[in-house]
């Protein structure tokens, strides 16, 4: 793979190699955790004939797993099945240092549907914490079984779930003349049921979602330079934003769906701007010789993150906004660490900024306290870049490299859990984790 950086606006282009054109993305957990919570996830009991459409089980572990917080036992070692809490012997499972039990089961419906029903069991208090009967069909099992997964999640930690989510990433394909194709496509939060949504021959670059989840802004080079498109996902509608001269780049959505900040070089020199969408009237945020891109959102749609070169070397700066978009007063330095700290995402509670931070030559994923300032580097890898937060501020998403190949791979917030999604052959990147869904 050949990386190419244009010096001083800290994004990705990049020169990819063949990809299957229905490629499953596949999720490797590379580190847990020793203080994740036991938690015995037993398979559902299927109250029909032949064998279960899903194996829910398989995917709630999954989920429980990648989280970070949780250790689910092997199957292997489950003493017993039970599928209802009257069934559940709890002074077994304590005996296996067990805190927490799932157990469940799938019963078909006369109309092809199903009802899944599932219970959270408190194994050392001997009592249950959640259980919900769900209906769904053959196509929304998967989803049913991430929905279990944050109910789980949220019953234990106190904190929304974020399994029933969406990526989007960046992925491109060769066709037999050996011409690449880009695509931006999406998927379940584990890899599953990817959707390609939009297809060119130039490349793309920078997704981000819609606070609703039901569009994309991205940037396309589709007539042969940088411009800004919103995708609909569900229509299928393309729709052209900004064509400026010059440069049209780093768009990203406002958290209350009204704006976007982009970067833009209309003037000369890449500065950020918020463009309201419905009107597409522009307000120019920065204005400083240097260059400034990347912005970010602050939860509250008063403020943004961006990144410039202003004081020698690239570094975050923030800034707030009035209600009118306009800036109040003069952005202030937000990273010091390093000279190199570039391409913000900030936490949905505002508390954190991820950032891509230079240390040496190698580019890794960093986190750092919006109030304290506090700094931890959260990976070890060459060539880490597009760091995303899942919506409930739990793990980052990213992209990163493997043996030359790109791919996808997430980090929890504390450093403690870490995993790999990847295709099975070529490369993905650019990845944006999508809103929580409100339905």
Request: cysteine-free; charged content about 25%; aromatic content about 8%.
């Amino acid at each position: 793979m050949i990386w190419m950086r244009r010096i001083g606006l800290f994004t990705l282009l990049w020169l990819l190699i063949s990809l299957p054109a229905r490629a499953v993305l596949t999720i490797e957990i590379t580190q847990g955790s020793d203080e994740a919570m036991p938690i015995a996830v037993v398979p559902f009991a299927w109250g029909g004939e032949g064998k279960a459409p899903e194996q829910l089980d398989q995917i709630i572990g999954a989920d429980l797993h990648r989280s970070g917080f949780f250790r689910p036992l092997d199957k292997d070692d489950l003493i017993a099945r039970p599928n209802t809490a009257s069934k559940v012997n709890y002074a077994d499972w304590r005996a296996l240092n067990v805190n927490y039990l799932v157990v469940g089961r799938i019963l078909p419906r006369d109309d092809g549907s199903y009802t899944v029903q599932f219970q959270l069991l408190d194994v050392n208090r001997r009592q249950q914490l959640a259980g919900y009967s769900l209906q769904t069909d053959k196509s929304g099992l998967r989803r049913t079984a991430h929905q279990i997964s944050d109910i789980i999640y949220q019953e234990i930690t106190g904190k929304r779930g974020a399994f029933d989510t969406f990526i989007a990433y960046i992925t491109v394909i060769r066709d037999q003349a050996d011409k690449p194709r880009y695509q931006l496509a999406i998927a379940d939060s584990d890899g599953h049921n990817e959707q390609v949504i939009y297809k060119s021959r130039q490349p793309m670059l920078s997704p981000s979602w819609s606070p609703d989840g039901k569009k994309l802004v991205f940037v396309s080079f589709a007539r042969g330079r940088s411009e800004i498109y919103i995708q609909n996902i569900l229509s299928g509608e393309t729709r052209r934003l900004a064509e400026f001269s010059g440069l049209n780049s780093s768009p990203t959505w406002s958290p209350d769906g009204e704006y976007l900040a982009m970067t833009l070089s209309r003037d000369g020199n890449p500065e950020v701007y918020v463009m309201h969408i419905e009107d597409r009237s522009l307000q120019r945020i920065t204005r400083n010789g240097a260059i400034d891109t990347e912005p970010a959102w602050l939860p509250d749609s008063k403020g943004l993150v961006f990144t410039s070169d202003r004081g020698g070397s690239p570094q975050l700066y923030e800034v707030a906004l009035n209600g009118d978009m306009r800036p109040a007063g003069r952005p202030a330095r937000l990273t010091f660490r390093g000279s190199y700290n570039a391409r913000a995402s900030v936490s949905p509670d505002g508390k954190h900024v991820a950032m891509v931070h230079r240390e040496g030559s190698r580019f890794r994923i960093a986190v750092q306290n919006r109030d304290s300032g506090q700094f931890r580097v959260l990976t070890d890898s060459r060539l880490d870049e597009s760091p995303s937060f899942a919506p409930n501020g739990s793990m980052i998403i990213y992209a990163t490299e493997d043996d030359y190949r790109g791919i996808l791979s997430a980090v929890s917030v504390d450093g403690r859990a870490q995993q790999q999604l990847s295709l099975q052959q070529g490369d993905v990147r650019e990845p944006a984790w999508s809103p929580l869904r409100s339905e």
